[in-house]
């Protein structure tokens, strides 16, 4: 009876209810993790594991794979922001925006890209950028009185086709986001707008810009993480992990490679270790620079 | 309309023009977007390996047929062996049975441990609250990749290796979920619950009938967005399934990339077919979408 | 919020028992029903995996053919088949924490290194392979061994190297093809066909995703760039600077193109094959199954013949690609899974499957001369092309003439550098060979030391 109590008091409930995340956070999340650092001091086979010291992260930076891979993932992280924030924020705003008519059906055209699996759209973007004859991208080049084009062999071709699925892919969740951004804004702001007299671009870039800040920094943080974290997109496009030249190696393809089909664990677990050390950082930047360090204190009041 | 004066006739007039170019704009970008996926939802009704030779052209003249579908519902006859046995671990629609099971079990345990974790969370004050939410940020910013092998191993040893429960319960406290649901709560008010504790409502009480309802909009977001991830997932699930009979929609479809040749033709046709149950979710969750995310995480 | 779930719940209901209703009407209208467990629920239990359909159909058959012939010692055997890269990262992952793995599995070749290593988990299959092991060829053997010689894997192929033609389009412009002994001559033929047809179609295409041609004339050179089983790893060899430069030659006079997609086992050079633009390309013997599987319409039209060689007397051919079969630490009766398996893969019964229904150059090299056995007019493939595919072999035993190159725990990094890098460097980019392959040499200098 009295346990009950307990248990039931408002001490204690938030326990209870914190208490699945906690457990969680332990075994699936805290206990893989050390694990994952301890064995990229080790040297792993079979189940066999010996200490090695920190030769893992010595060959590491001296490895020019792995110097690709990083700039590929952190130029991939840096492209999709520049492209994923500033376009799905001007689409929204047109949208939302009593010009455009029909909306809701473009949004749910836009938004259908992100249900399918990567699986199919990489092998989707992967047939209409073939170097063959019947790819659509050469079809058109042929229309146009081109040549055939080897759209994936080549870095800028095949970074577009790696843009594009991303671009495809997300810009309709994007939007969305700042849709929902745009109709939290109170539409009075934009009444005493007009009243000052100030034109469309003074609306957009003293009362919608500021106001859109929260939607920006989540879009900014996801994007950042997606990013540098992009494997299977590259897997679809170039067919497997190898590209030529390494053009579409990433972090977490380095890692895949070394730890699967390598049976390298304790060097692919470097490999994680150092991508885990460049998104924090990363993610303190950006935390830094937009303030949200604060944005459990401001829930408060 | 008799009494505009000159200036909001050419301001009208302005509007039109507006309303022409904006439209215009997003049928452009939705065509654009629609592209791949009408080449593929083609594709899939184009003879076999036409896809491959002929690649996936608009061609509306070409022959349409529904071999690939057929095939792949039959999944697959074996004509090169008359009497002896066949081993045909592939079905279609049990791959398809898996996925729903797992997706629709995935987003009912998520989307309720994780609304019970944030209530804990955004409801109330105690000590380890701070610490806590931080954690949630800190598992969001390290990928899953790292985790994997760790986590396969200790799935093994606990026992849960090519089960459902192994599958989804590393991931039941998803981050993500759970600051969204946070951030949605905090803005609610919470007069409310003092209320219903003075009507003698329990804590456990009040977040179930109190609070669960009113965040419905949250709940139906997650729901798209949880269902989007499960359904689509690979990698992991192939990690813990060891039975064929087990496998799901995504890893049944990649047993038809083989080296002995890609049965592309297969493959397209039954990625086709298998965007439809998660496109009926987005369908009917749609409206509460923006509505959910308004509240939700993108308020700061 | 009741309604919404009560929604959720029926949609998803209405879906899956729909989907569940046309699964059995499926089952019921007397479709073929999924077979993945073979033999007496009393025999031996094991557990198969491979990456193949067609590979465990084989198994299935050499299960039941095996309970009848040894009704004491009866096998049961259940069949996974799962997405090719995904089966070895399973099996590497289950092997790594030691459990989780089959009893029995199919590695691929290029795979085969990760797992031979130190600590290898895999059964000896010496003692299996015993009763078999003078017939088969030796070199096939010896890549699915570990660097102390100990046999763990069963091969089921030669994949002995050999020339295809499209007999046809040299008919068509009266080029003859089978006079063609060295690579000069070959180089020389490229030039009258490239005249003949206007550039229109090239002798053949070159890979920049394949290490095939480099095999091939390592082979004839008596070289290896992986050093054998002991190391190091060179590749700045006669044999391949001599085919990267001729073959970049080849790119520059216009008598080649770049394979399309990387290697000539790629939809995308299917596509090109289909099209007659190239008239010629070496490629083991198992791609006569591409032929009849994916490119069936080229029925009589091509031509099998040995490779040419840089000189007289050099070896022709080089077994690539393949599938080694093995038996894990984890099988609790391996000396009877071992036994199974060497029988399905090595002896007569097995090889007539092999052969006849999976199309492959069996490694009982006592069989290639066995008249109903090799040149039977009911095998497909004895009819599908120009020659009989024994008679190719039969020549190779008698003038000894297949190479080795080795598949060792070096292979997977060498392989990798040269198809991401050094190949695009030099057939795209147009790169010096020389220069490319010092560039590749320090690569793997650097990382191998380490």
């Given amino acids: 009876m009295k346990a009950k109590k307990i248990l039931y008091s408002q001490k204690i409930a938030p326990y209870v209810f914190v208490l699945p995340f906690v457990l969680s956070l332990l075994i699936f999340w805290l206990y893989p993790l050390v694990s994952g650092i301890v064995m990229s001091f080790q040297e792993v086979s079979f189940g066999v594991t010996s200490w090695i010291g920190t030769a893992n992260y010595q060959k590491l930076f001296r490895d020019s794979f792995f110097t690709t891979a990083v700039w590929n993932s952190v130029e991939y992280m840096a492209l999709t922001l520049l492209l994923m924030v500033p376009i799905p924020m001007v689409l929204a705003v047109l949208m939302e925006s009593r010009l455009t008519k029909a909306r809701g059906v473009w949004k749910v055209i836009m938004y259908i890209p992100a249900l399918t699996s990567v699986v199919i759209s990489g092998l989707l973007f992967r047939l209409m950028f073939s170097e063959g004859e019947n790819g659509q991208m050469n079809v058109i080049m042929h229309m146009l009185g081109q040549p055939s084009q080897a759209w994936l062999r080549a870095r800028f071709t095949g970074w577009c086709a790696l843009l ?35 034109n469309a671009w003074q609306k957009f870039r003293y009362i919608t810009l500021p106001l859109l800040k929260p939607t920006t920094v989540y879009v900014i943080t996801i994007s950042v993480f997606a990013g540098l974290s992009m494997f299977l997109e590259s897997f679809m496009i170039w067919a497997g992990n190898n590209s030529p030249k390494n053009i579409g190696l990433t972090i977490v393809g380095y890692l895949y490679k070394r730890g699967i089909e390598r049976n390298e664990m304790g060097y692919a677990c470097a490999v994680g270790v150092v991508l885990m050390v460049i998104a924090l950082v990363i993610n303190f930047i950006q935390l830094v620079a937009t303030g949200t360090f604060h944005i459990g204190k401001k829930k408060e009041d | 309309m008799a009494n505009n004066t000159p200036k909001q006739k050419t301001m009208a007039a302005n509007h039109k023009v507006g309303t022409f170019f904006a439209t215009a704009l997003f049928a452009l970008i939705s065509a654009l977007i629609a592209f791949p996926l009408v080449c593929g939802l ?169 609070m669960m309802p009113i965040t419905k909009p949250a709940f139906a977001s997650m729901a798209i967005l949880c269902a989007m991830g499960s359904w689509n997932n690979m990698l992991w699930p192939m990690l813990v399934f060891r039975d064929t009979s087990k496998f799901t929609l995504q890893i049944g479809l990649n047993t038809l990339l083989t080296p002995y040749g890609n049965n592309y033709n297969l493959l397209i046709a039954g990625s086709m077919f298998g965007i439809i149950p998660i496109l009926v979710i987005y369908l009917i969750f749609n409206r509460y979408l923006v509505e959910g995310m308004t509240s939700g995480a993108v308020k700061g | 919020m009741k309604k919404w779930l009560a929604m959720l719940l029926a949609g998803s209901m209405v879906l899956s028992m729909g989907t569940v209703a046309f699964a059995e009407e499926e089952t019921e209208s007397g479709e073929p029903t999924d077979v993945t467990t073979v033999g007496p629920d009393d025999g031996t239990h094991f557990e198969l995996w491979s990456f193949v359909d067609l590979h465990n159909t084989f198994y299935a058959n050499m299960v039941e053919e095996w309970n009848a012939q040894n009704p004491d010692r009866q096998i049961q055997i259940t069949f996974s088949t799962y997405p090719f890269q995904d089966m070895h990262n399973k099996l590497m992952m289950a092997l790594q924490a030691g459990e989780g793995a089959p009893d029995i599995c199919d590695i691929e070749i290029g795979q085969f290194p990760n797992f031979s290593g130190e600590n290898s988990p895999l059964y000896d299959l010496g003692e299996a392979l015993a009763p078999y092991e003078a017939d088969l060829v030796q070199s096939r053997l010896d890549v699915y061994s570990k660097a102390d010689g100990t046999r763990i894997g069963v091969p089921t192929h030669v994949g002995a190297t050999v020339m295809y033609w499209n007999a046809e389009i040299f ?45 091939l004339s390592m082979a004839e050179y008596g070289e290896d760039y992986t050093g054998g089983p002991e190391g190091p790893v060179n590749v700045m060899l006669d044999s391949v600077k001599n085919m990267l430069t001729m073959q970049q030659q080849w790119l520059n006079d216009g008598i080649a193109m770049v394979s399309t997609d990387g290697h000539t086992d790629t939809d995308g050079c299917r596509a090109t094959i289909l099209d007659g633009k190239i008239a010629s390309f070496p490629k083991a013997m198992w791609y006569m199954s591409r032929f009849k599987d994916y490119m069936p319409e080229e029925e009589g039209k091509w031509d ?147």
């Fill in chain 1, 164 to 198: 594009l699925l991303c671009v495809w892919r997300w810009t309709g969740v994007n939007v969305l986001y700042y849709v929902s951004g745009l109709k939290s804004i109170d539409t009075s702001l934009y009444e005493s707008g007009d009243i000052d007299g100030a």
């Fill in chain 2, 42 to 210: 083609l594709g899939s009704f184009r003879d076999g390996q036409k896809v491959i030779t002929t690649g996936m052209s608009l061609d509306l003249k070409s022959p349409v047929s529904l071999q690939n579908y057929q095939e792949l519902f039959a999944m697959f006859s074996p004509d090169n062996f008359s009497d002896d046995v066949v081993v045909n671990s592939r079905s279609y629609f049990n791959w398809y049975k898996n996925s729903l099971v797992l997706t629709i079990t995935t987003v009912v345990l998520t989307l309720l441990v994780c609304y019970f974790i944030a209530y804990g969370l955004s409801m109330y004050k105690f000590k380890l609250q701070g610490f806590l939410f931080f954690m949630v940020i800190a598992t969001m910013s390290v990928p899953f990749e790292i985790l994997m092998l760790p986590l396969y191993q200790e799935i093994n040893t606990i026992g849960l290796i090519n089960t459902n429960a192994g599958v989804f319960l590393p991931g039941l406290c998803a981050a993500s979920t759970i600051f969204f649901f946070k951030q949605y709560m905090t803005s609610l008010p919470k007069e409310l619950l003092d209320a219903a504790r003075v009507d003698g409502c329990t804590e456990y009480g009040i977040s179930v009938r109190i």
């Fill in chain 3, 171 to 215: 008919e068509e412009y009266g080029l003859d093809y089978k006079s063609v002994k060295t690579w000069d001559d070959y180089t020389a033929l490229g030039e009258q066909l490239k005249e003949a047809s206007n550039g229109e179609v090239y002798l053949t295409s070159v890979d920049t995703g394949g290490t095939d041609w480099l095999w």
């Fill in chain 3, 304 to 450: 099998i013949t040995i490779c040419p060689v840089w000189e007289e007397g050099q070896k022709y051919s080089v077994g690539i690609g393949g599938t080694g079969t093995v038996v894990t630490n984890e099988c609790e009766d391996p000396a009877l899974a071992a036994e199974w398996l060497a029988w399905a893969k090595c002896s007569p019964e097995g090889e007539a499957h092999i052969w006849n229904d999976l199309g492959f150059d069996v490694c009982n090299t006592a069989l290639w001369s066995d008249e109903e056995f090799a040149y039977s007019e009911d095998n497909v493939y004895n009819t599908f092309f120009r020659v009989k595919p024994y008679e190719l072999l039969n020549q190779m035993a008698e003038d000894d003439a297949i190479g080795t190159v080795y598949t060792t725990a070096n292979s997977p990094v060498l392989n990798d550098y040269l198809c991401t890098t050094t190949l695009n460097e030099i057939f795209i980019d147009g790169m010096d060979v020389e220069t490319a392959l010092q560039e590749c040499q320090d690569y793997l200098d650097m990382e191998l030391m380490m």
